[in-house]
Nanobody, 123 residues
Framework: RFSCRRLGGGLAQAGGSQRLSCATS???????MGWFRQAPGKERELVAA????????YYADSVKGRFTISRDNAENTLYLQMNSLKPEDTAVYYC?????????????????WGTGTLVTVSS
């Protein structure tokens, strides 16, 4: 259901940038969306979320000021711009669609998941 890509490719350096994209069907994309990540040995965590119309966003404290979530509703595509990357950002990143139109931080409200995209940041 999701087609996820890491734009820019390759290994990211600390301090560098990468952009993730995630495309899906119009019906799935009509809800609030989120980006999650899961690092080795850690639980999956919500990184950023955006409402269905893009008017509201949420960021985890660990990425606030460095990551930007956005969406193109005409193209049914979700983006995550990651700047000032740190080695601790290394994880598998997932996009997900919720059951709500407003921003939600509850993981159980995200019911449709994309396949993960590995982001590795070297020091």
């Amino acid at each position: 259901r999701f087609s996820c890509r890491r734009l820019g490719g390759g290994l990211a350096q600390a301090g560098g940038s990468q952009r993730l994209s995630c495309a899906t069907s119009g019906r799935t994309f009509s809800y609030a969306m989120g980006w999650f990540r899961q690092a080795p040995g850690k639980e999956r965590e919500l990184v950023a979320a955006i409402s269905s119309n893009g008017g509201s966003t949420y960021y985890a404290d660990s990425v606030k000021g460095r990551f930007t979530i956005s969406r193109d509703n005409a193209e049914n595509t979700l983006y995550l711009q990651m700047n000032s990357l740190k080695p601790e950002d290394t994880a598998v990143y997932y996009c997900a669609a919720s059951t709500r139109v407003g921003v939600t931080v509850s993981t159980r409200e995200y019911v449709t998941w994309g396949t993960g995209t590995l982001v590795t940041v070297s020091s």
